[in-house]
């Protein structure tokens, strides 16, 4: 990083820093929205980024729990505060370059210090649920990236979500459910994927999870990717 960019970040976020007591927490709480797609709030509760709780103070890529980390941002030797936050929310490109985080920074200061003012808030040990509840946040990059709120429970599944079998023939996979119905999906409308969360299946009872706003596409869970194998029959 340059010398002109660091300085540059310094100075933007030293002047957030110094309204950061003006943040408005309700207005965080809304523009949280655009982060709970990727980021829970709940202590090791990881999505495609890591958790945030307890973020003061943390060790960039320190989040034990969380094996995604970019090797850059594990070398960074950055500790989250209100400065480092307000730097890498204005710019993580900049300030961590080769950091892998698909976020273009917020330019916007203000939606910076409310942003700041409900993390630091909600991001502390024994803060409020009406603070940490993420069910129905998502905002547009939510509704784009399938994520915000928790995830559902993939056990005890209604019988049409119970997967029995999958068939696979030419450019087709056919999934029978425990109702006994079977249907057929385009090779690339249908997707295998693994939860090994408490909210993932059971072993050896994958959940058809829908997708797609035309009811074409879907996705089939497993627990482990061995049970694919197991699964997946090649069959005409």
Same mark, same amino acid.
């Given at each position: 990083?340059?010398?002109?960019?660091?300085?540059?970040?310094?100075?933007?976020?030293?002047?957030?820093?110094?309204? &950061?007591?003006?943040?408005?927490?309700?207005?965080?709480?809304?523009?949280?929205?655009?982060?709970?797609?990727?980021?829970?709030?709940? &202590?090791?509760?990881?999505?495609?980024?890591?958790?945030?709780?307890?973020? @003061?103070?943390?060790?960039?890529?320190?989040?034990?729990?969380?094996? +995604?980390?970019?090797? &850059?941002?594990?070398?960074?030797?950055?500790? @989250?505060?209100?400065?480092?936050?307000?730097? @890498?929310?204005?710019?993580?490109?900049?300030?961590?370059?080769?950091?892998?985080?698909?976020?273009?920074?917020?330019?916007? &200061?203000?939606?910076?210090?409310?942003?700041?003012?409900?993390?630091?808030?909600?991001?502390?040990?024994?803060?409020?649920?009406?603070?940490?509840?993420?069910?129905?946040?998502?905002?547009?990059?939510?509704?784009?990236?399938?994520?915000?709120?928790?995830?559902?429970?993939?056990?005890?599944?209604?019988?049409?979500?119970?997967?029995?079998?999958?068939?696979?023939?030419?450019?087709?996979?056919?999934?029978?459910?425990?109702?006994?119905?079977? +249907?057929?999906?385009?090779?690339?409308?249908?997707?295998?994927?693994?939860?090994?969360?408490?909210?993932?299946?059971?072993?050896?009872?994958?959940?058809?999870?829908?997708?797609?706003?035309?009811?074409?596409?879907?996705?089939?869970?497993?627990?482990?990717?061995?049970?694919?194998?197991?699964?997946?029959?090649?069959?005409?």
């Amino acid at each position: 990083m340059s010398n002109l960019g660091l300085l540059t970040l310094t100075v933007i976020a030293t002047q957030t820093a110094a309204f &950061a007591q003006q943040g408005d927490v309700t207005r965080g709480q809304q523009d949280f929205r655009a982060c709970a797609a990727c980021h829970s709030l709940e &202590a090791n509760r990881n999505m495609t980024g890591p958790s945030l709780a307890e973020l @003061w103070g943390r060790k960039a890529g320190g989040l034990a729990s969380f094996e +995604r980390y970019s090797t &850059a941002l594990k070398s960074s030797g950055i500790i @989250w505060d209100d400065r480092s936050l307000d730097g @890498w929310l204005t710019d993580p490109d900049r300030m961590v370059p080769d950091n892998e985080m698909p976020f273009n920074g917020i330019k916007d &200061a203000r939606v910076r210090i409310d942003l700041l003012a409900f993390l630091k808030e909600a991001t502390k040990p024994g803060a409020p649920p009406q603070l940490t509840q993420q069910d129905g946040m998502g905002g547009s990059m939510g509704g784009m990236m399938g994520g915000g709120g928790r995830d559902p429970s993939l056990k005890k599944l209604d019988p049409a979500r119970q997967v029995t079998a999958v068939t696979y023939c030419h450019d087709t996979y056919r999934v029978t459910t425990a109702d006994g119905k079977t +249907r057929a999906f385009w090779e690339r409308n249908l997707r295998f994927r693994t939860d090994s969360s408490n909210a993932g299946p059971d072993k050896g009872a994958p959940a058809l999870m829908p997708a797609g706003m035309l009811g074409d596409r879907a996705s089939v869970i497993f627990t482990v990717p061995e049970e694919m194998s197991k699964t997946i029959e090649a069959r005409c």
